[in-house]
C-alpha cells in the first residue's frame, strides 16, 4: 500500500497554523526545497501519522492528517484524524467510497462489521484513535492496512550519526532480548543479528552496496571494542569494524568517516528490514549529506534500484545539487511554502512546466537554484 496524497493541518498553543496542501506521491520521490519550507517537517508529518496508526505513540498535539493509500489494486483508502487538546474529534475512513468508520467527539460512532453485513454503533474513550483500539482481524480486518502500513515504515535521517556514536551490549546468545526495527541507532544489533540469520550471504550483500558507491572494503562484522574498561564481570561494548583493501587493517566504528558510516548504516538497515519484512514506506532526511559528488549519486543510484526492485515507497528530502543532478525531474517534488502554507509542484500536477524546462539542456538542479518553477507558473495564487 502507498501513501497517494496527504493534507494536514496542525494548530500549536499559540493558535498559529502550518498546513500542507494534498501532496501527492509516486513510487519514488525527491522532496527539495528552499530551506525551511518544510522539508524535513513533512518527513516527519508522516513519520508521525505512520507511528499513530500504528499505535507507537499517543496524540499530543492539535491538527488534522488527511492522507489517501492507494492499494495494488488501484483502489483508494481515505482516512481522515482530526484532533484537539489531545482529544481524537473527527476520525473517518473509506475505501472504495464506501463508509468504513465515522466518529466524533466524545468517541461515539458507527463501524463497519464484516461478519454483520452492516454497521453497528461503538463508543472508544475520546484519547484513543479508533482505527488502533477496534483493530478485529475478524470484524474489522479493514484496519489492518492502516496498521500494517504504519508498523512497516522506516525513517532515516542521513544527516545524524545513524548510530555511529552507539555500541551493543549482548546476551549470552549472542542478541537481545527486544530489538526496535525502527530505531535506526541499533546499527550494531542490525548487523550482528543479520549475520546470524543469513550468514555470509547477509554480509556479502552489504559489501558489495558499499563498495558500489566507491569504497573498497573487504570485511565487516561485530567485535568486542578494544581498550575499553568495564567492570568485571560487566559484558564489554561491540561495536561495527571494517577492512580496507588498501590497508587491510581493522578500523573500528569510531575511527569509520562520518560519511562512510552514514551509507554503510543505511544499507545494512535497508537489507536487515528487506529481510525481515519489506517495509512500505522508506523516508530519508537529507540523502547524501557527507559525501562528494561520485559518492552520493552512486548512493541515489543503489536506492532507487533497491526500491524499483521491490514493493517500498520512497520518499527522500535533499538540497543537495548532486542529489538533485541525479534524480530524473520525474521523480521530483518542488516544496513551496507561503507563511504557514506548503504546497507542492511535481510531474502529476505540473507535467508541462517540467517537460519545458527539460527542453532547455539545463541541469535539473538549475530548476531548483534559478527558481525556474517560479516563474513558469503563478504559484502566489
Known sequence: MFLDTLGYVEVDRDGNEWSIDDFSFDKINLMVGQNSTGKSRTLNVINALGGLLAGERQITFSGKFCPVFRKDDKSKIKYLLEHRDHKVIKETLQIKEKSFLERGPDGEGTIYAEELGQDIKFQVPDSLIASVAKRDAIQHPFFDNLYEWGKSLRFYQ?????????????????GKDTL???NTDSVVVFLKK??????????????????????????IGVRPLLQVLTPSPMAIPEAIYIKESEHNHVVEQ?????????????????????RFGIPSLILIDDIGEGLDYERSTKLIS??????????VQLIMTTNNRFVMNNVPLEYWVVLIRNAGNCRALDYRNSKEMFDNFE????????????KYYERASDVSK
Open 180 to 182: 526496535d526495527l525502527k
Open 194 to 219: 543479520g549475520q546470524k540469520e543469513f550468514g555470509k550471504e547477509f554480509v556479502e550483500e552489504i559489501i558489495s552496496d558499499i563498495n558500489g558507491i566507491g569504497y573498497n572494503i573487504t570485511e
Open 254 to 274: 569510531n575511527e569509520i568517516s562520518q560519511g562512510l558510516f552514514r551509507a554503510l548504516s543505511l544499507f545494512i538497515q535497508l537489507r536487515f528490514s528487506a
Open 158 to 174: 542521513f544527516g545524524t550519526y545513524l548510530g555511529r556514536d552507539r555500541f551493543a551490549v549482548f546476551n549470552e546468545n549472542g
Open 302 to 311: 543503489s536506492i532507487i534500484k533497491i526500491a524499483k526492485s521491490s514493493k
Open 359 to 370: 527542453m532547455t539542456g539545463l541541469s535539473n538542479f538549475d530548476f531548483f537554484s534559478s
